[in-house]
Structures are given as C-alpha cells and as structure tokens.
C-alpha cells in the first residue's frame, strides 16, 4: 500500500481556504442568498462520536456534501442541521470497558445514574475528531445546533410517536422468539440481525430418534433420522417435523431401521444401506419417539411428529429437530400444535439446570457444550454421525460486541410491522433509489418478508419505554412531558423526574423508573416497564425529533395531515439522504416504518446507498482487524480534493470501495495535478484583464474555431454534469468532468500554447487570455460540489467575486453541433496520421510536406491550421484519387530538415528551462560544449531563430558557471549542454 507521500501546491493551499471560509462566514453566505428560495430538504444520518472517525466514515460524508453544494449552486435553499446519535449499546460498551464491568448485574451494583452520566459525558469523547474531520474535507453542515438523541426534547418527540402507534394497538408485549445477545443481556431487532452474520463452521450432527411403537410398518427397532447444527438445542427437543407430502424411506442399517427423506447411499460416512420401503410423511405424523434427553414435566404435547410446511427439500434429512425455546419456526409451530416449551438456556447464554439436563454442561457457554453433548450421545448410540466443524453456513453475531447470538424465547414489547407490510412496500414505490435495483431488490425483498420490531432493550442508557402498568392489567403510554406531570400528581412524586446531580428534568433511567402515574382505570399507582427502546427507533425519529415535532408547531395530538404542518415549516419529507448500504436494514428501514406507522409517507424521496470501504484485500474496515485507515493520513500528504474525487470518480456509489494509496495517487495526478497545470499555465501566459462573461458570450460568433470549441463543449458538460446530478447519477458526472479536462488540457491547452506563448498581437493575447479565463471560471463553479478547495484556487484566480460557493451554475446556451462533429473527425484524423509518421518513422519535431487527405470535410481554415500544428506539416491537400484515406509527402528539403533539428534543439533547451525552474519571463544563457563541428556551425547559423525561440541572450561553446547541466543528443551528435540564468 506504500506510496511515496509528497504535497502538491493546491494541497498545501487547502488549509489557506479553509482559514478563508471560516473569517468570511462563506457556508453561512450561502444559506443566507438563498432563503427567499424553494428549499431542498436533507437530512443528517447521526453518527456516534463515541469513537474516532476513520477514511470510511468519510465516503457518506462527501456524497452528502456534494449533492447539497450542487443545490445550493442550483438556487435552493439547504440547510444542513447536524446531529449526534448517542444512545444504545455501542455506547455502553465503551462505558463498560473504561469501567471494567462484565455483567449487567455489576452496572447495577455500580449504579444505574452513575454508569449513564459517564455514557453521557462518554458519546462526547470523540467530538472533537468528528468536528475537525467535518471541516477538514470541506463537509459543510451546521453544527452550531445539532439534534442530541438523548435531550429532553428529542425524547418527547420519540415518545409521542410510540403513544401514536401504541393507541393505533400496534405495540404489544409478547413471547416470542428473538435474536439474543447473551453478553450484552438484551434482544436485538430483525434489522439488527442483519448487520451481523459470519461464515463459521458449526458442527454437523445426524441423530436417532427412536419410535416407541412402529408395529405400524411391521418392524423392530426404527428411528428417525434427524439432521442439526445446533446439539446444544436437542435438550429443548419436544417434537420432530415432517412435511406430509414427501416420500420418506426405510433403510435397513446393520441391525437397525432408519427413515429419512433423503438417500442414506449418498451420504459419505455410509457405506451401504438396504432400501425396505417407501411411506408419506402423513404416515409419521402422530408417532411418539425416544427423547435425545427425557423431559418428565412436561404438561402440553411432547416427542411426537408433527407436520410443518417449512420442511423442505435440499437440507437436512427431511425430519427437523423443533425446539420451540430456539427458534422462530419452531415457536410459531409449536403454538400451532400446543408443544411444550422448554427453556435449557439462560440469559448469560449458559446451559440451565433444567431436569434433563447434563450434569458435565450445566452453567457451561452453550456453544462449549456441543463436543460434550457429541460424545455422550455417541455413547448411547444415538449419534449416527458427527463432525465437530462439518457445516459452513451464516450466524448471526453481535453488530456491537461481536459475540455469537441465540434464538431463544423471551418477553420482549414488540411493533407490530408486520400488519402495515402492504403500506410499507406501498410507500418504498415512491421512493428513489440509487442504485435502483435496492428498491425491489435488497430494500424490498426486506419489505417482503418484514418481522415485527423487537422494540424494547434490558439496559440502561437509551430512551425510556412510556409504557406504565397497573396491577389492574391496564395500560398507559405517556406521550408528552406535560401528560407524565398530569399523570404523576397526587402520588409520592416530584414535580416531574429530577436528575438530583444537575437539578434538572431527565428523563432517563433511573429518574423514570420511580416516577408513578395514575392509573385511569382504577386510580391506583402504575409502574413504568422498565426497558429502554432500540437505539435505532432514536434514529429512525429523527424527522420528526430533530425539530421536537409536534410540540415546537403547537400541537400534542394524532396528526392525520402532515401537509398542515409542512406549510408551517416542518421539514418532512427530505429531499435527500445517504448512507451506507449497511443501512438499507438500518436507518433507511425505521425511517419509512417510523413515518409509515405513523401514517405518512415516506420521510425520504430519494436515497444514495453507498457501498462499503475496504482495504486493499478486499476486507471491510473495521477497529477490530486493526485495517482502518485514519482520515488525517490521506489528508495531510494528498488533500481533501484528492480524495473526494477518487471516492466519487472510482465507480458507481454501490460498489464497494477497495481503498489503495497508490490507485489514490494515480487518480489526483491524472485529474487533480491537470488541472492545476491549466491554471498555473494561465496564471503565467495569460493576460488577466477582467472576464467580461457577457461580453464574451456576444462576441462568441466572432472567436476562432479552437475557442469556440472549448466554450461549446464546457458548455455541453455543465448540461450533462447537472442532468446526472438531478438523477443522483454521480458517477456518470465524474466521467463528464474527467473528459473535459482531458478535452482542455491534451487538445485545447496543447493547441492554443502557441498562441500564449507567441501571440500575434496584444488584441488576440486578451481574446484568448478571455475565454481561458472564462473556461476556468465556469469550470471551478462546475467542479465546486466535487471538489470544493481546488475550484475556489481556480475561481479566485479567474474572479473578483467572493467565493465560488456563492455562484450559481449558470447555461449560456451556446451551441454548435457542425463545429463538435468537426472537430471529433479532426482529432481522429491526427490521431490516425501521428500513428502513420511512427510508422514511417518521422518524429514529430521533423516537420513533413503536405498531409494527404482522400476526402474532403470541408474544414475551416482555423481546423487546417490546427491540423496542420498537431501533425507538423506545412500543408493539408485534399486528393480524392489517393490510395489511402490518410498519407504523407515525406519527401524531405533542406529547409525541413533544418527546421525539424532546431525544433530539437529548443526542445532540449526548455526542458533544461522547465528542469532549472526558469519562469517564462527569465532569459538565460547557454553553452555547447563537446559539441561536433557540424552541429556547431549549424547553431550558429541559426543562433538568432533559437535565441528567440527559447529566451536565450548569450549561445557560447565552453564551460560556463552554470545552474543546470545535462547531457544531449541530435540524431547521432552528442553534448553537453550547460544553462546561466541571467539576473
């Protein structure tokens, strides 16, 4: 990954223009010339400065900056309101560490309000990082009056959102089973699950199940073949499904009956088994068998088959292990057909001492036990077949602490998503999305199968459930500040829940949780449940939390028409978000099941979901494989811009992002390190009267057909640049940018030196010292949304204005399609004839005759001169009778001759100018020496000519005192060549 680190001019420059922003207020500015204008609504993902930003966090950062630049550059109005996500487990964890706690029980013996007054004062650890990387790659947002997840305010919001969707009877409390992290003491979210799923190598059990009674099939001694990854779970064992309609075999195995679904001859470890008989799966249902591990308590149905739709082909063996305390199949079947329920795990993910349980893995890790279960099943010839590491498949894992999950059955408060499915997949059809296939893909195969949200957390530092019980049975949700005072009058409360260390109102646990309501049933004191919310439900709040809706527009109650509110102000639905594709299951899920429970629309219309960053292998970024690249280290060597464009410009936003230093370089010096010549090269040639766009404009039918060009296709880019960006297309613009700096630099720069360095008059110097000028000028508001440091060096070279950020990017409509394609078959021409003289073996300083052209494009007479200059002929004749569409008279003068070797010589001589960094106004002098005699004479006979060319005053042939010294060559004549600058 190592490349040589230097800094370029405009890298040094950045920290120039970031001293010029900040005195002059320019983010400010441009808020400010814009508020009488339609506004363009974004919203801010919050991110959690609890930890140190790294190069990854930046991508989402500068998509963001770019599309609301390139609004606001457009005339809308875009304010950019910050904020910070700072509740949840992410945050506890950190708290944890610094504490040295390991349980829930020792935070509790620490003490809640002292464990979250340090989560409080611990998502702030990193703020200044976040700020100063913010400001450092030039990503404008307001952070003067950022929403925090954990005010007072925000809360309330939240909470009046849940007392909306609780009265609207879609918050229950339920047992179910959920995905459970055993070392965090809490469930998680189905779209929590999802950010967290490794490839591992579980183990691969087959075990026997042997039927009590099989008379039925006029055999002894039959078992049911089971298949399962999971022998910790077999102790939870009350049934085995089959589906009805498969055919299931009975083998004959040495002694012993086996049935299964699949062929036991295609398993490896079996070397034959003799097939006795064909039976359906309805032939099993009912059976009773021999439990892996006897439950004598149990009161509801046990250790029978049962049919289940979800047994399918192609795994397993067509019998499948239930264990309704494990899974969610197996729980919603096991309601289905009344099973017994048996919990063997508990919270800490250790196996319990339940009545069935081994004595050699109780209180031990559940995924420790698997070898000890394998071994003692093997011993009671249950175990047909085992492999400690023989399945490879997907398990979900901690996203916060990275510890593996477990399906297990627990009361947890659940929203009900599920019942608003048809109006989640309705509202996810407006939506815009980039990449489109998210829609219906990723997104909306999410939709399909959604599952109610695991809304409720057992910790500490988040948000409050409003949910208070009555030992009566009755139920309250709180959903407002003003109704939890009402509530808690006339009860052994304080006025309202007083942190007693800041004397102010907080609504955080464990202030809550002694604050008692008024039962509005039976009068008598109600309880608040004592969870927290998932974290992501903060997140997912925001549209409406971040402006502490609808209590700040005057209101507490149901909200049917959110238009009402719009008019007011309220800033619903945005225009525009993005994050990354992690998110798709994340914030960009509860913001539309936020805004859809609450009977809206969507609260985004369109979304860039980026792909992820990644190391040079391939591997995400991530603290714990110790890849993470710190932003300061790209930007400190190779600049902000530098690395904007190659996260725009590298591919589409969804491809993942392979980060390499080295493709980084390569990107600044072909795009970045060009246009910075451009402008260096106006900066020295150019004559910088004031750029009088008008007046340029006007004059356009006037310019030569090189001038006109370049205006015509910066003219074309600007409208191809904007059409993409409207469409969120922002890779396709970064190809149109990149097109026209090469356009500019190797057709448009290379062709117009010439008459820079040696204009004909002071009159055409201006001309086209204007439409350079005008060409960079336009070119910086253009680039500005991409790359905002270098295009304010460029404007403020080109402008008396004061920022580039306060333009707007403006069509002139100037249009010439005869001139485009023109010039597209010209250029293609010289390329075609410049790949003829290599052929021929003529280098391009030896001017040539005549190109012959075999047909006639009817060019101007500025498009053969410009031909004419790119291939070095003296003339363009048109011969229809040619043989070849391109060819040459090669034949060679004296005089061409001659001409073509002092072009070498002053060749020579300004790249000895160029390497002793000689400006374009200094003369020097030069020596010859150990020069041949021919070649000699002919610098002497051509002193003047090479002396005007190059700036030379003196030409000697002896040893001078010299700044730059190299070595020579014209066709076989060799020398040294010595360079004097003059004072």
């Known amino acids: 990954m190592e490349e040589k680190q230097y ?75 910050s904020g910070w996500d700072t509740h949840g487990l992410p945050v506890e964890l950190e708290v944890e560490k610094e504490l040295n706690l390991n349980s829930k029980k ?28 913010s400001k450092r790659i030039g990503y404008w947002i307001d952070l003067s009056d950022p929403y925090i997840t954990y005010k007072n305010e925000y809360i309330e919001t939240e909470w009046w959102i849940l007392k909306q969707i609780f009265n609207k009877g879609l918050i229950e409390k339920g047992h179910k089973v959920i995905p459970y992290c055993p070392r965090c003491g809490t469930g998680l979210s189905s779209h929590e699950l999802s950010q967290g799923y490794k490839t591992v190598k579980d183990p691969s059990i087959y075990v026997k199940a042997k039927l009590v009674d099989s008379s039925k099939f006029n055999l002894d001694n039959i078992s049911l073949l089971v298949w399962t990854t999971t022998p910790w779970t077999l102790f939870a064992n009350t049934a085995i499904a089959v589906n009805e309609f498969f055919d299931y075999t009975i083998f004959k195995l040495n002694d012993e009956y086996i049935i299964s679904h699949i062929d036991l001859n295609e398993l490896s470890f079996i070397d034959s088994a003799e097939k006795i008989t064909t039976i359906k799966g309805k032939d099993l249902i009912g059976l009773k068998y021999t439990p892996f591990y006897n439950y004598a308590s149990a009161e509801n149905k046990i250790y029978e088959v049962v049919k289940a739709d979800f047994v399918c082909e192609g795994e397993g063996t067509g019998l499948v292990h239930i264990a309704p305390a ?16 048996i919990k063997t795990v508990n919270e800490q993910g250790k196996m319990m001492d339940t009545e069935n349980m081994l004595d050699s893995v109780k209180d031990m890790f559940f995924k420790d036990a698997d070898p000890i279960i394998m071994e003692d099943l093997k011993q009671r010839n249950i175990l047909l077949h085992g492999e400690p590491k023989g399945a490879e498949h997907e398990y979900p894992f901690c996203w916060r602490c990275d510890s593996p999950l477990i399906y297990i059955a627990q009361e947890s408060w659940f929203i009900k998503t599920t019942q608003i499915k048809n109006e989640l997949i309705k509202n996810n059809q407006e939506i815009n999305w980039v990449p489109k296939y998210i829609k219906d893909g990723r997104f909306g195969s999410w939709l399909e199968d959604v599952k109610d949200w695991a809304l409720s957390r057992e910790r500490y530092w988040g948000t409050p459930l409003p949910i208070w019980i009555c030992e009566c049975g009755h139920l309250h949700t709180i959903g407002s500040i003003e109704e939890l005072k009402e509530m808690g009058q006339g009860l052994n409360n304080t006025d309202l829940p007083i942190n007693p260390e800041t004397k102010e109102l907080d609504l955080h646990r464990p202030y809550i949780d002694n604050f008692k309501i008024k039962c509005p049933k039976c009068n008598k004191e109600m309880q608040r449940t004592p969870e927290v919310i998932d974290c992501w439900f903060d997140s997912g709040s925001m549209p409406f939390a971040q402006a502490h809706f609808p209590f700040s527009f005057g209101s507490k109650d149901e909200i049917k028409d959110i238009s009402e509110y719009t008019s007011k102000g309220f800033k619903f639905p945005a225009d525009f978000i993005c994050e990354g594709i992690d998110q798709t299951r994340g914030w960009f899920y509860t913001l539309l099941a936020i805004s859809t429970l609450l009977g809206f629309k969507s609260s985004y219309k369109n979304v860039i979901s980026l792909g992820l960053v990644l190391d ?68 020295t040639y150019a004559d910088k009267t004031s750029i009088d766009k008008q007046e340029l404009i006007s004059n356009f039918s006037n310019l030569d057909d090189l001038n006109k060009w370049i205006l015509v296709i910066l003219e074309k880019a600007k409208q191809d640049v904007c059409d993409n960006l409207d469409k969120y297309n922002t890779f396709e613009a970064t190809k149109v940018l990149d097109k026209f700096v090469d356009d500019m630099s190797r057709w448009y720069l290379r062709r117009s030196r010439t008459k820079f360095q040696k204009p004909t008059s002071p009159e055409s110097l201006k001309i086209d010292s204007q439409v350079l000028g005008f060409v960079l000028n336009e070119f910086s508001i253009l680039l500005a949304p991409f790359c905002p440091f270098i295009s304010e060096m460029i404007f403020k070279e080109t402008s008396k204005n004061e920022s580039v950020h306060l333009e707007v990017i403006t069509p002139y409509n100037l249009v010439d399609d005869d001139l485009l394609s023109k010039m597209d078959i010209l250029r293609n021409i010289a390329t075609e004839a410049l790949n003829i003289r290599q052929e021929l073996n003529f280098k391009v300083r030896q001017p040539l005759q005549s190109l012959i052209l075999k047909q006639d494009n009817n060019f101007s007479e500025d498009l053969i001169n410009l031909i004419k200059e790119e291939i070095n002929v003296k003339d363009v004749v048109i011969n229809q009778d040619a043989s070849t569409d391109i060819s040459y008279d090669t034949n060679l003068s004296q005089e061409l001759i001659s001409e073509g070797k002092i072009r070498e010589i002053t060749r020579l001589i300004n790249g000895a100018r160029q390497k002793s960094n000689c400006t374009p106004d200094d003369f020097i002098n030069i020596s010859f020496i150990d020069i041949s005699d021919s070649l000699k004479e002919f610098i002497q006979q051509n002193t003047d000519e090479i002396k005007e060319t190059s700036k030379v005053s003196q030409i000697v042939f002896e040893g001078i005192d010299s700044d730059y010294e190299a070595k020579g060559k014209i066709d076989d004549d060799k020398f040294t060549l010595q360079l004097k600058k003059e004072n």
């Open 7 to 81: 800094k370029l001019e405009f890298v040094d420059k950045e920290l120039e223009i970031l001293d010029f922003w900040e005195k002059n207020n320019i983010f400010q500015k441009t808020i400010e010339k814009n508020k009488n204008n339609p506004e363009f609504i974004f919203y801010e993902g919050p991110p959690t400065a609890n930890g140190m930003p790294g190069v990854h966090h930046v991508l989402s950062r500068v998509y963001k900056d770019l599309i609301c630049r390139y609004k606001t550059q457009r005339g809308f109005l875009v304010s950019r309101k």
């Open 106 to 133: 020792e935070i509790e013996n620490y003490g809640i309000d002292k464990f979250n007054q340090k989560a409080r004062t611990s998502v702030w650890k990193n703020l200044d990082a976040f700020t100063e990387n």
């Open 326 to 341: 494990f899974g969610l199949d197996d729980m919603e079947l096991g309601k289905k057909e009344n099973l017994e329920v």
């Open 616 to 683: 040079e292998n391939g591997q995400k970024m991530s603290k714990s494989k110790g890849n993470i690249i710190r932003p300061n280290d790209i930007l400190d060597p190779y600049g902000a811009d530098t690395l904007r464009w190659y996260f725009f410009s590298m591919n589409s936003p969804a491809e993942s992002k392979k980060f390499s230093i080295t493709d980084l370089v390569s990107s600044q010096r072909r795009f970045l390190n060009t246009i910075w010549n451009v402008l260096k090269f106006y900066i």
